[in-house]
């Protein structure tokens, strides 16, 4: 049997290439069926101690989900669906079972995919992230802008602050597209799109009582004028800062003397998330997700590519890192096991 898996070639990041292997006997043995394209995984080192970077002529990784053909693991057993942030991008793959999470496709009406997704990590991250670092108090009449909005956490992030007891949600993106999918599908009360707008003047117009809670995803200018409109008592959720993850700073990034002034003129608080620190709420969270789909209070955006020559694809890998994509991206390798 031949075994498809992508390894990276070269830095930058493309191409990758493919390298065939032949599996050696195991103690777990599965078959993909959906991987994705991190949306946090970085290709160089970022001084980050819970993400390691990709390593040249090895087999990259991000999210997976497959099924075990064969098992000699005590709690999982063939046909169990199972699922892992750090999936090989391989079409079969030996894994330790100790490392997988056993899901279960009723959670989310058969839709595996969605565990990659929605009530998967981002959906995980945007939840506990929110609760933990937003301190959200339902009639409070809070504002909460989201950077990075239409993708795999933001797109979550600002229906989930909605649930919890937002008052108002404003987005910021790169497209008119994205604009007009957060408004007339994700429930947000108005998009900002940084490209084509001015940032500072629109969050004033969309954000007339200041700014509450700050879902932040991609950290620099953006970030440091959204801060500047913010609240006496206000908070930032870290979620990410990929405007910066390439250049040599700490993480998080520091702000600039300005901004750091108004932080700790305002008492806004700015506090490093790691939702790895969180493992005791994930079942919970899960749970709530995947209430919130079924009830049709939560919807889902991915963005699919068929087949695993995907996942090495320039175009894929490039509409990621560039903004193309909206939700998250997901490619199904297997189509004949895919739910």
């Not at 910066?244 to 806004?268: F, G, M």
């Not at 939560?298 to 996942?311: A, Q, T």
Request: aromatic fraction near 8%; hydrophobic fraction near 35%.
């Amino acid at each position: 049997m031949i075994v498809q898996r992508v390894v990276l070639n070269s830095r930058p990041v493309l191409p990758f290439i493919y390298k065939p292997t032949n599996p050696k006997p195991i103690s777990l043995n599965t078959s993909s069926i959906y991987l994705t394209l991190p949306c946090c995984k970085s290709p160089l080192d970022t001084g980050t101690d819970y993400l390691t970077p990709w390593r040249l002529s090895q087999v990259v990784d991000g999210g997976g989900i497959g099924i075990i053909e064969e098992s000699k693991h005590t709690k999982l057993t063939k046909g169990d669906f199972v699922t892992s942030f750090y999936w090989p991008w391989q079409s079969k793959v030996i894994l330790d079972g100790n490392s997988l999470e056993k899901v279960d496709p009723q959670l989310v009406d058969g839709h595996l995919s969605y565990f990659l997704g929605a009530i998967g990590m981002p959906g995980l991250t945007s939840l506990i992230g929110i609760q933990e670092k937003g301190h959200i108090t339902a009639g409070s009449n809070q504002t909460m802008v989201v950077s990075g909005a239409a993708g795999a956490c933001g797109s979550l992030a600002g229906q989930i602050g909605r649930l919890l007891g937002c008052s108002r949600v404003v987005g910021i993106c790169g497209t008119r597209e994205k604009c007009i999918l957060l408004t007339s599908e994700l429930g947000f009360d108005a998009a900002i799109n940084y490209k084509k707008e001015n940032v500072a003047e629109q969050l004033r117009e969309s954000c007339p009582a200041g700014v509450d809670v700050y879902f932040d995803n991609v950290g620099g200018d953006i970030s440091d004028t959204v801060i500047s409109q913010m609240n006496e008592n206000s908070h930032i959720i870290l979620c990410g800062q990929i405007s910066q993850y390439n250049k040599d700073v700490p993480y998080p990034p520091p702000l600039s003397t300005a901004i750091e002034a108004i932080q700790k003129e305002r008492n806004i608080t700015r506090e490093r998330f790691l939702l790895l620190n969180y493992k005791d709420k994930f079942e919970p969270g899960i749970l709530q997700l995947s209430q919130w789909f079924k009830e049709g209070k939560l919807k889902v955006e991915l963005l699919f590519f068929m087949g695993f020559h995907h996942m090495g694809q320039a175009a894929a890998f490039q509409s990621m890192m560039t903004g193309g994509n909206i939700g998250k991206q997901i490619v199904c390798i297997s189509e004949e096991i895919a739910l």
